[in-house]
């Protein structure tokens, strides 16, 4: 029999950690080669890891809301091995076949340590020993829910030191929260000035890892790295919401939800062909600036593990079609959870879609390494001057506010200013996308 230690992979490019969110399999369970024993949470998205070998799972190596480093055991698995009949050890044969056939590299980073089970030796305490070594002390794990553990954890308690109070001796979050309390009673002076440490009660106190964590950090590098520039401009989409109304009448859009977020998507990838210099990045290393072949079309979507910006492979080759469905499936999975890391890299160009949410505009922070970033508001029925041949007249009109920022190493003031007022003019008339 075998022991192997599966250690947290780098399931996505440079992963240092992940919180384990859920666990699939428990002790004493048989696990085949690829079946998911656990749901993690990584800097990008939530991933099931497949299993690289079969066993019976021996030992959990972490709990449920426990942020682990990439390299480190999580699961222990008892393995067979074929045994060399003349030493009754496992031969190096077997052992090459093991990692070979049970340990695929199924993912980057993929990895476990391999121990053979050796009994103990017992210990012996003869009388030219017995002072020679300390006697083991024994400490029971307290008795407590993973919860219950997390939170203590993050109170910063010993659960050693709570007293118990749930059926056969169990630690309850009742008992955790009581010490915690007590703690901050015996600890708070009679006057505490007010500081961003200060515990009050009722203050909830919410760790910040996994999608929120990256994002953060990213969002803090975006905005004190590249020069950003936010421009704006209100624009009629009056004929391309009744275009909009055509189109979904037609038979091939049948089961296809036509919003204006795809028809502002289309007339920004068109505008983009115009001013290709918006699909690139910024190179600090080599000082250069490399324009995008591809416009990989960044789609930011609000999840409750927090923001999550898939992107639409290749999407200035779509159709208004073949646009709707891949943006329709991109928001379907990242709000499921089930985004893969691979969807969430190689962006060039995002937009996001703050109208859902009846905001008008906004300053939207470029998503590191692109160039621009497009926020669309909502739309709304608004008093608007109309002209034409019958001259000028005030009419309510359906008025959709854009707000463009971008990088300025690589994009100047005409060049954004372009783009946005393309892309305006696309919404504006539609019928100009045949020009």
């Known amino acids: 029999m075998t022991i192997k230690e599966f250690a947290l992979p780098d399931v996505?490019?440079?992963?240092?950690?992940?919180?384990?969110?859920?666990?699939?399999?428990?002790?004493?369970?048989?696990?085949?080669?690829?079946?998911?024993?656990?749901?993690?949470?990584?800097?990008?998205s939530l991933v099931e890891l497949p299993c690289p070998f079969a066993g019976e799972v021996r030992e959990l190596l972490a709990e449920q809301g426990e942020t682990v480093d990439v390299g480190r055991a999580i699961i222990s698995i008892t393995t067979s091995l074929t045994e060399n009949s003349s030493t009754n050890q496992p031969s190096t044969d077997a052992k090459e076949s093991v990692a070979d056939d049970r340990n695929p590299k199924l993912l980057v980073g993929y990895g476990a340590r391999e121990t053979v089970a050796k009994r103990r030796r017992s210990r012996t305490t003869g009388p030219d020993k017995q002072f020679r070594h300390a006697p083991a002390v024994s400490v029971s794990r307290p008795k407590a829910s993973p919860?219950?553990?997390?939170?203590?954890?993050?109170?910063?308690?010993?659960?050693?030191?709570?007293?118990?109070?749930?059926?056969?001796?169990?630690?309850?979050?009742?008992?955790?929260?009581?010490?915690?309390?007590?703690?901050?009673?015996?600890?708070?002076?009679?006057?505490?000035?007010?500081?961003?440490?200060?515990v009050t009660p009722?203050?909830?106190r919410i760790p910040i890892k996994g999608v929120r964590k990256h994002t953060a950090a990213a969002m803090v590098q975006s905005a004190f790295t590249a020069p950003h520039v936010t421009e704006f401009v209100a624009v009629d989409i009056t004929r391309t919401l009744e275009l909009k109304a055509e189109i979904s009448r037609r038979r091939e859009f049948s089961g296809i939800k036509?919003?204006?977020?795809?028809?502002?998507?289309?007339?920004?990838?068109?505008?983009?062909?115009?001013?290709?210099?918006?699909?690139?990045?910024?190179?600090?290393?080599?000082?250069?600036?490399?324009?995008?072949?591809?416009?990989?079309l960044g789609i930011a979507a609000a999840t409750p593990r927090g923001l999550m910006v898939p992107n639409v492979k290749g999407a200035q080759q779509m159709g208004l079609l073949e646009l709707a469905g891949a943006i329709g499936d991109l928001a379907a999975t990242a709000r499921a959870g089930k985004t893969e890391p691979q969807a969430m890299s190689q962006g060039t160009v995002t937009i996001?879609?703050?109208?859902?949410?009846?905001?008008?505009?906004?300053?939207p922070i470029l998503n590191p390494g692109e160039a621009a970033i497009l926020a669309v508001g909502t739309v709304r029925r608004t008093p608007w001057v109309v002209e034409d041949e019958r001259g000028e007249r005030i009419e309510p009109r359906s008025i959709l506010q854009l707000a463009l920022s971008f990088d300025h190493r690589i994009i100047d003031g005409q060049q954004g200013s372009q783009l946005l007022a393309d892309t305006a003019a696309l919404l504006r008339e539609p019928g100009l996308a045949f020009l």
């Not at 919003?259 to 505008?271: G, I, M, S, Y």
């Open 258 to 296: 036509l919003t204006p977020l795809t028809f502002v998507a289309r007339a920004f990838l068109k505008a983009l062909q115009r001013t290709p210099e918006a699909n690139a990045s910024w190179d600090e290393k080599t000082q250069e600036i490399v324009q995008f072949a591809q416009i990989n």
């Open 12 to 44: 996505g490019e440079g992963l240092t950690e992940a919180e384990i969110v859920k666990w699939l399999v428990k002790s004493g369970d048989h696990v085949t080669v690829n079946q998911a024993i656990v749901e993690i949470e990584t800097a990008k």
């Open 147 to 198: 919860p219950v553990r997390k939170l203590a954890k993050d109170l910063g308690l010993d659960l050693h030191t709570i007293e118990p109070t749930g059926h056969d001796g169990i630690r309850t979050r009742e008992d955790v929260l009581r010490a915690a309390h007590s703690v901050s009673t015996s600890n708070t002076p009679a006057v505490q000035p007010a500081s961003a440490g200060a």
């Open 202 to 204: 009722g203050d909830i």
């Open 352 to 363: 996001t879609n703050i109208g859902v949410f009846g905001i008008d505009s906004g300053t």
